[in-house]
């Protein structure tokens, strides 16, 4: 065989995938660039005024919620990850998957559950009052969870997973042998937590607390109906009660430069992580068998945030959707928007899957820096939250409307109107350029460990790239589809700011129902539609308890 023809057939075949997915790496790059170019419209008058009344609470009150619910996490993580991975103790097994049950509850639904849960006429300040003999709540009644520090605690009790998951990781794998070099010279467990584990859970912890704070950043459900009024409420807020589409993309030009930073944190935080691996072989760790008062309060740090951040929420969105079915039954608007919203995150997952295919067949086929730029470009929506690229997508799908009115103008002589716009094309855009990453990601990781001399045979044997990439690769790749498109389905299905901002006319889904009975204060109402959020949030919190086990 020719060798400068095979490098030539080689060059064309990958080519017209290279190209498709230059196009995919520009469309999620579109809306952060239309994001600046918006945000430039706004009026000197209109900047000053932001500056003057609304950024500054704002950003002073995000900054606490970011300085807060970091805290919080990188410590609950932290120390729930070292108990569960360098100690034994009675529930050590449950507690090892149990952990990360709050990952499944979104924080605005923990938000509403215990805004009743909590409330001066609740079952929890009852039950206190006529235990201590108090008959009404002007007699006693505890701190309104409608503040700071209950949005701070709540966030943080819901995503210390984000840091719990990693660190546990690098205590159980990478970190035996300096681990277990720190106990032979009579460092006690305590000693080795401080003085070992925690310098090199470092990089680990600045990663998963990186993640949580964009979380945070993205809420806008619990911050907004826990009275805090972070950039992402000051968004929704200026756009939808204000109707000044240029203010809000300014201050979703300001979240942006703090979410860069974040994602310097986490890049930072994953250079240092290749220091810490080390280059010997990883053993499994020896636990340390803890007894008496020692082994209870184990018991007890990682029962709390269990119990606290799923159990109880998901307790009372249970009772409560009883109560609300035996009421009214199951009513015909909750089947509706349920299957509102599995049609559009199953039509999302497919997209995004197909367009992950895409990009990483590319980076397969034509490996070099230009694939893996377009690669790490189709990830950037997920750093991005779900209010910026909401904004963005506007100008971007009235672009693309008055494109096809003008063709259809000139062609058959009249113009659709809004045919994107109003379609719900722009939230199923919004969604496949959000979770996009996860489809490359997982895919990238299934193809990673297939060899490349399957490749070569298949060449020989006459295949083309596409065939190779259809008949060899995508087969081999299924559990890592089927798991990324599991992942992308319910990320979809709990995502509220994109959701809300984006959503056809007199459309629902499950979250933007359960968002506006909270907005009327009768969240009780949407108990059911909590739930099936919940449960399906479930599923990945199995495939990762499953992952961790092997």
């Known amino acids: 065989m020719n060798p400068e023809l095979t490098q030539a057939s080689r060059d064309r075949a990958g080519t017209g995938w290279q190209a498709a997915a230059l196009v995919i790496a520009a469309l ?18 209109l900047w000053a005024h932001l500056i003057g009344n609304v950024l500054p609470v704002a950003a002073r009150q995000t900054v606490i919620l970011l300085v807060g619910v970091g805290i919080i996490v990188a410590t609950l993580g932290t120390v729930t990850a070292w108990l569960v991975a360098a100690c034994d103790f009675p529930g050590r097994r449950i507690f090892g998957w149990a952990l990360l049950l709050p990952l499944a509850v979104p924080t605005y639904i923990v938000a509403y559950a215990y805004l009743d849960i909590l409330h001066p006429v609740g079952p929890v300040q009852g039950a206190i009052r006529g235990w201590l003999g108090y008959a009404s709540p002007h007699e006693f009644r505890l701190p309104d969870i409608r503040s700071m520090p209950g949005c701070i605690l709540l966030l943080g009790l819901v995503l210390y997973p984000y840091v719990y998951l990693p660190v546990r990781a690098l205590f159980a794998m990478q970190a035996v042998n300096l681990l277990d070099a720190g106990r032979t010279l009579g460092a006690g467990p305590v000693a080795t937590f401080l003085r070992v584990a925690i310098p090199l859970a470092r990089p680990a912890v600045a990663i998963g607390t990186a993640l949580a704070l964009m979380e945070a950043m993205n809420d806008i459900g619990a911050a907004e109906f826990l009275g805090v009024r972070t950039l992402t409420v000051s968004v929704y807020s200026t756009w939808i009660n204000r109707s000044d589409l240029p203010g809000a993309a300014q201050i979703a030009l300001a979240m942006l430069a703090i979410t860069m930073a974040l994602v310097m944190l986490e890049r930072r935080g994953r250079k240092r992580q290749r220091y810490a691996a080390g280059a010997q072989r990883s053993q499994p760790l020896r636990r340390t068998r803890l007894r008496g008062w020692r082994a209870g309060a184990a018991v007890l740090v990682c029962a709390l945030p269990v119990a606290f951040g799923f159990a109880a929420p998901a307790w009372y969105l249970v009772g409560a959707a009883w109560a609300r079915y035996r009421f009214a039954g199951l009513s015909p608007r909750i089947l509706e928007e349920a299957g509102n919203t599995a049609f559009f995150a199953a039509l999302a997952t497919l997209v995004a899957l197909l367009l992950g295919l895409v990009v990483t067949g590319a980076a ?13 470009l189709s990830t950037l929506g997920y750093r991005v939250p779900g209010t910026i690229l909401a904004i963005g997508l506007l100008p971007v799908i009235a672009l693309a409307d008055r494109q096809i009115a003008a063709a259809s103008q000139a062609l058959l002589g009249a113009g659709p109107g809004l045919l994107l716009l109003g379609s719900g094309a722009a939230l199923v855009y919004a969604y496949v350029a959000r979770f996009l990453a996860i489809a490359t990601g997982g895919i990238e990781a299934g193809l990673s460990r297939v060899p490349r001399s399957l490749d070569h045979v298949a060449r020989t044997l006459g295949r083309s790239p596409g065939q190779v990439f259809r008949q060899v690769h995508v087969p081999i790749s299924r559990p890592a589809l089927a798991a990324s498109g599991l992942l992308i389905f319910v990320d979809c299905v709990k995502e509220l700011p994109a959701t809300l901002l984006l959503r056809p006319l007199n459309f629902e889904t499950l979250s933007t129902h359960l968002y506006g009975e909270a907005a009327r204060g009768t969240y009780e109402d949407a108990a059911i539609a909590a739930l099936i959020i919940v449960v399906i949030g479930i599923l990945p919190v199995m495939v990762l308890a499953r992952t961790i086990r092997r």
Do not use: I
């Open 28 to 45: 999620v790059l579109l809306p952060v660039l239309a994001l600046g170019l918006f945000a430039l419209q706004g009026s000197p008058g």
């Open 364 to 376: 397969r086929m034509r490996p070099g820096r230009l694939t893996q730029t377009m690669v790490r």
